[in-house]
């Protein structure tokens, strides 16, 4: 089951179940003993196995609804890393002004009655038809300064949703979960590996790596050995284009380790992380999902040695020959239609359905050339082709204008 980044928190899914669950009795017991680290690590290890489960979540924000002073005098108080797991997401409430986060009390609250919350210093205010929401210095920032006022007369907190749909609606409690649009929505099951690459000549250690992976990423320390961590050269991080040069010269060489299926690249996606204050350096993170590849019934069983071939999707409109899938602002090639891998020549039809499969949407007729070599910074000539993959095909065609 996959994250979601911007999850619609609804209260119903918050009813107790009749009986305490073997998590929660778990979670209430080291909370007794203050143990509030290895609580919210029992709860991440639940919430890793089944992301969106409410009872899971529910346990966490338990954890996280503590008391400050808890917090602060238990033995094993909460981490940084741990509080802004990707994991949490679905539970966060961010404020859609200057995306401040905590996590809202209101919602355990409102778990087995419904209350009515007038809170008289408000961290923040929502929306209870959008969940538009400010937090408390953003109000502060929208109240108008009165200079006829006592200075000790009780402050007025008020504020409308910004949405035109809401129609100048008041904001007011209960503050609920809003979710985070910067975690990458994916199964945790279906990460294959993660190259976590820091801008400078010092590599970062897995620690430093688990803090920034882990706040993008629904993993958890358990995962450290998904990462595959680099240092970058002066330069190769500079721009979107050297990202993309230096992820893909990365996955390559993990490919021809056999540490990632082929065709990597097409399984990727890339994420500059910027540095914040007082960070450590910029990160590239590039999460990289599990191949489907089936080996063919039909393939020898002498495999032969893997080598380097450039591949480039096309697609069939329906008027016209055949076409490539570009950006049409920048011309760059669409991500996914075009770079190189290193795998055996025998692997290349199954790997051009895997591409043609990704690509089905589209509802056109796709085939895949390969080029030998990585040709991925040079010109293409269809005199240069490899072979063709087509749709449903096993093995590779010579190259043809035709469909």
């Known amino acids: 089951m996959a994250v979601t980044s911007m999850r619609r928190f609804e209260l119903a899914e918050w009813k107790r179940s009749p009986r305490l669950t073997d998590l929660r009795n778990t979670v209430v017991g080291l909370l007794a003993e203050g143990?509030?680290?290895?609580?919210?690590d029992e709860a991440l290890r639940g919430l890793r196995r089944d992301p969106e489960?409410?009872?899971?979540?529910?346990?966490?924000?338990?954890?996280?609804?503590?008391?400050?002073?808890?917090r602060l005098t238990s033995p094993e108080p909460l981490t940084e890393t741990q509080q802004w797991n990707a994991l949490l997401a679905p539970v966060t409430t961010a404020c859609s002004s200057c995306d401040g986060r905590w996590y809202s009390t209101h919602a355990v609250m409102f778990t087995d009655n419904d209350v009515e919350?007038?809170?008289?210093?408000?961290?923040?205010?929502?929306?209870?038809?959008?969940?538009?929401?400010?937090c408390r210095d953003c109000l502060k920032a929208?109240?108008?300064?009165?200079?006829?006022?006592?200075?000790?007369?009780?402050e007025v907190v008020a504020a409308s949703c910004a949405n035109r749909d809401c129609g100048g609606r008041g904001l007011s409690a209960p503050v609920l979960p809003t979710g985070r649009p910067d975690v990458t929505p994916m199964d945790p099951d279906a990460i294959e590996g993660v190259i976590v690459v820091r801008d400078g000549p010092i590599r970062p250690t897995t620690e430093?790596?688990?803090?920034?992976?882990?706040?993008?990423?629904p993993l958890i320390p358990d995962d450290a050995p998904l990462l595959h961590i680099r240092r970058a050269r002066p330069g190769t991080m500079g721009d979107g284009a050297a990202r993309d040069g230096l992820a893909q010269s990365l996955l390559l060489d993990l490919e021809r380790e056999g540490v990632l299926a082929p065709a990597s690249w097409g399984r990727s996606s890339r994420m500059h992380i910027l540095a914040g204050p007082g960070g450590d350096g910029d990160y590239l993170i590039v999460p990289v999902e599990r191949s489907h590849q089936r080996v063919s019934p039909t393939a020898p069983h002498a495999v032969?040695?893997?080598?380097?071939?450039?591949?480039?999707?096309?697609?069939l409109p329906l008027r016209g020959g055949w076409a490539t899938l570009r950006d049409p602002r920048t011309g760059?090639?669409?991500?996914g239609t075009f770079g190189a891998?290193?795998?055996?020549?025998?692997?290349?039809?199954?790997?051009?359905?895997?591409?043609?499969?990704?690509?089905?949407?589209?509802?056109?007729?796709?085939?895949?050339?390969?080029?030998?070599?990585?040709?991925?910074?040079?010109?293409?000539?269809?005199d240069d082709v490899y072979g063709i993959g087509t749709e449903g095909g096993t093995a590779l065609s010579p190259y043809s204008e035709g469909p």
């Open 53 to 70: 489960h409410p009872d899971g979540l529910f346990v966490a924000l338990t954890v996280l609804a503590q008391s400050r002073t808890a």
């Open 304 to 315: 032969s040695s893997p080598g380097t071939y450039t591949y480039l999707l096309q697609i």
């Open 117 to 134: 919350i007038q809170p008289t210093n408000p961290i923040g205010l929502q929306c209870q038809k959008c969940r538009y929401t400010l």
């Open 332 to 335: 760059d090639f669409h991500d």
């Open 341 to 382: 891998l290193s795998a055996p020549p025998e692997s290349l039809p199954g790997l051009a359905q895997d591409l043609i499969k990704r690509f089905e949407r589209m509802g056109k007729s796709r085939r895949v050339l390969f080029f030998e070599g990585d040709r991925t910074q040079q010109n293409l000539s269809t």
């Open 208 to 217: 430093q790596a688990l803090a920034v992976v882990t706040r993008f990423l």
């Open 142 to 154: 929208q109240r108008p300064t009165s200079y006829t006022l006592s200075v000790d007369a009780p």
């Open 35 to 40: 143990r509030h680290r290895t609580a919210l």
